[in-house]
């Protein structure tokens, strides 16, 4: 089983946040009603003053307030399924595994185009909460181990905050250049694993220079 996380690997930039500003063009009114208060939480976020989950959950928000969800979600893929990276598309099995910290009603769409499967970040879009624990770092190590998934022959992903997944994989590869590149997996050092324990624990994505 080869295991690809999503945004900025086989997709070159993060589907949420491109597909929050495809929903605010399309309902204006979230531009007022939606965006001063993400702003304020991803500040609010960068400063140390509200955790990741929260911070999140806020931006998530917008999918609440869109009552024509499935006709945007599915004309944001007519649009944007085409930049699914060719190297993906070259290899791709009908076992492999999507597992993304997007929310599930964004990945999903796109995974069942691809014909593969995906884990993704359960989010109620009624309610506006989180239904289980944020797919990222090593939640997604942790998901894999305890749910018994078989062993992952490949790994991919466009950032080492990834690395608790990296290490349950046979070979891992890091995808570099907006999802164009494919290298191996770095050695890292004491230094840069420091780095990385310190992006897992605050939240945020790290990437090699």
């Known amino acids: 089983m080869n295991v690809y ?29 939606f965006a001063p208060k ?3 939480s991803i500040i609010q976020f960068k400063l140390g003053k509200i955790p990741e ?3 999140l959950r806020k931006f998530f928000s917008f999918l609440t307030k869109i009552d024509d969800f499935d006709e945007q979600i599915g004309r944001y893929w007519d649009q944007n399924e085409k930049k699914i990276s060719a190297w993906y598309l070259a290899q791709k099995r009908p076992d ?44 997604k190590a942790k998901y894999i181990i305890d749910h018994g998934f078989p062993v992952i022959n490949n790994f991919y992903s466009d950032s080492l905050s990834d690395t608790p ?12 250049n907006r999802a164009s590149t494919v290298v191996d997996w770095p050695d890292l050092d004491a230094e840069t694993m420091s780095r990385v324990k310190k992006h897992i624990d605050t939240g945020w994505n790290i990437h090699l220079k």
């Not at 495809?22 to 309902?27: E, L, T």
């Not at 990296?166 to 570099?176: G, N, S």
């Open 165 to 176: 997944l990296a290490l349950c994989a046979e070979k891992a590869y890091l995808v570099t």
């Open 96 to 139: 492999d595994l999507i597992i993304s910290a997007s929310p599930a009603c964004i990945i999903e769409p796109i995974a069942k185009r691809l014909g593969v499967n995906f884990i993704a970040t359960e989010y109620d879009r009624e309610y506006g909460v989180f239904l289980n624990n944020l797919m990222y770092a090593k939640e």
């Open 38 to 40: 993400a702003a304020k």
């Open 53 to 55: 989950y929260l911070m």
């Open 5 to 33: 996380d999503f945004d900025g690997t086989i997709f070159p930039s993060n589907c949420s946040a491109g597909f929050c500003i495809w929903c605010m063009n399309r309902h204006p009114g979230l531009y007022f009603t």
